[in-house]
């Protein structure tokens, strides 16, 4: 079964400044999906950003930007110019390629603040 | 607008009555979810459905019976409540063009659900 980790409960970080929160996961397969979710106060589940894990080329949104390294089963996710509407829980999530694999299995999550 | 709707918003009950969540989506997905997320904020799936099959049933007691009248909806029936399923509870959709495809799922606002 695969699994994910968020080592960082909480994170901090100043308004303007850059923030990378940590992601690992644990898979035997070579060909899954990998989600970056935001969730404000206001519970809703954002799409942040996602990864096929085929591709070499990191993705990007805007100011969302992950570091994948396949081989280590890392998966970072960098924010850029932080502002405090980023303010939130962060769930890194993997979701497997093949046809029994359609739930996502989700991280415990990061709580990160942003400081004005 | 709402792409996937829950109601209620916020449901509190007595321990040992049934009550129904309701999930609709109106962006033609044939793929919907019910996840569990817990007090430490951690999510799990808890049933899928394709195209009103039942594809994932991830060990959840037979109290919790999920409905799929057509594939634009997805409630949630629970039977005895206890205290212990307290939470709050995610509907998802996603459209699978092709089996494994990875789309991505989009999360309904929740529906916060306590039992005394």
């Known amino acids: 079964a695969q699994t994910v980790t968020q080592s960082q409960p909480e994170m901090s970080v100043q308004e303007a400044e850059t923030v990378t929160l940590s992601c690992t996961y644990d898979?035997?397969?070579?060909?899954?999906?990998l989600f970056w979710y935001k969730q404000p106060p206001s519970r809703q589940m954002i799409l942040v950003i996602r990864q096929e894990a085929y591709k070499q080329q990191n993705a990007t949104e805007n100011r969302f930007s992950v570091n994948f390294q396949k081989a280590a089963k890392s998966f970072s996710l960098k924010i850029s110019d932080s502002q405090l509407g980023d303010a939130a829980m962060y769930f890194c999530a993997y979701r497997s390629a093949k046809s029994s694999g359609d739930k996502l299995t989700f991280g415990t999550g990061t709580r990160l603040a942003v400081r004005p | 607008d709402t792409a996937v709707s829950q109601t209620p918003k916020y449901l509190v009950t007595q321990m040992g009555n049934d009550k129904s969540i309701k999930c609709e989506q109106n962006?033609?997905?044939?793929?919907m979810y019910w996840y569990k997320q817990d007090s430490k904020k951690f999510l799990k799936i808890m049933f899928s459905?394709?195209?009103?099959?039942l594809i994932i049933n991830e060990t959840v007691p037979n109290r919790f019976s999920p409905k799929s009248p057509d594939k634009a909806h997805l409630n949630l029936h629970i039977n005895s409540l206890e205290l212990g399923d307290s939470a709050v509870y995610f509907c998802?959709?996603?459209?699978?063009?092709?089996w494994g495809a990875g789309e991505t799922q989009y999360f309904g606002p929740g529906t916060r659900l306590l039992v005394l």
């Open positions: 459905y394709n195209n009103k099959e």
């Open positions: 962006l033609g997905h044939d793929t």
């Open positions: 998802a959709s996603s459209q699978a063009r092709t």
């Open positions: 898979t035997s397969e070579s060909d899954y999906y």
